[in-house]
């Protein structure tokens, strides 16, 4: 099966530089390029693609636009070019949360197009093909500062901690699970496959939207109930016990990276088996590859309550396959369920019971 690939992009050498890179592997092939919404549109009705690569920022009409028209018309898995500035960062974000399957920063024009940046793109668009794609679902409101003020941590005195690990289609899965959260939710530790700039960005966007706060983690910060950490893009989280405020906190690193990702989910999973044992809950979401489920089985062992997002759910479904198929998930639950058995399996481990109530 060969994929077809529709580029659009307003710049002539970007759309020849993907152009060579579709065209150079076996199993794709570029079935027509289009400089502008408008082109695509016509491009897309003609030509059928399997999957359509978009520029963020394009003349007359943005991508944004487009793909927000696109997706309510004719969903179709589209990955993003994205500018490497932050306004570039910030319209990539809500290009996701409008249903775009994944990005790709653009080629530096100005240096050499590497194996890397090839291999990025190729991997980018095998996954897409295969991605389940829905249109996206607008933020639900922000989340009122009093609301979150005003809890107690009621959760506070059994110190359990959520930690979850995402990759494609994850910004989104991360959302639907934190923002059904109540203001005394337990500590929730994220490592999802972003790079830098944009987890921050994320870390914000998802605080504007959430009852908990939520945040980009910094080294040696207390883990405290009612926050969600989002481990900084190019580093490894860890939990670790820690003194002051809280009794564990956040230990963050620059070590090699683990199943190719930094952050790793495996290392996320792994520190948190190791220093939190059954007061952790694990959960891991919507990715492509296998990050994650070896940490997912060491956690169980440990005594923690796991959880795996359904097939029918996620975009991708490679990672929680690979933790079910590891024996590593106690649990599979839809995305719209996560939040509540999370909960309950939190309460539960505050009253020293082993799984969640039904």
Known sequence: MTIRVLVVDDSRLVREILLQIIDSCPDMRVVGVAEDAYQARAMIAQLEPDVLTLDVEMPGMSGLDFLEKLMRARPMP??????HTEQGSEATLRALELGAVDFVAKPRLNELIGADYRGLVADKIRVAYTARVRPGEPPAGRALAGARASAAPVMDR????IVVGASTGGTEAVRA????LPPDAPAVLVAQHMPERYTRLFAERLNGLCQIRVS??????PILPGHAYIAPGGQHMRVRRGGGEGRYAVALSRDEPVNMHRPSVDVLFESAARVLGQRAIGVILTGMGK????GMARLKQAGAYTLAQDEASCVVFGMPREAIALGAAAEVVALSALSRRVL??????TAGASE???
Do not use: F, K
Request: with cysteine; net charge negative; aromatic share 0%.
């Open 78 to 83: 589209v990955i993003m070019i994205s500018a």
């Open 158 to 161: 059994c110190n359990v901690v």
């Open 177 to 180: 699970l934190l923002t059904p």
């Open 216 to 221: 980009e983690a910094v080294h040696d910060e």
């Open 291 to 294: 990050d994650g489920a070896a």
């Open 344 to 349: 309950l399996a939190a309460r539960s481990r």
């Open 356 to 358: 969640p109530a039904q």
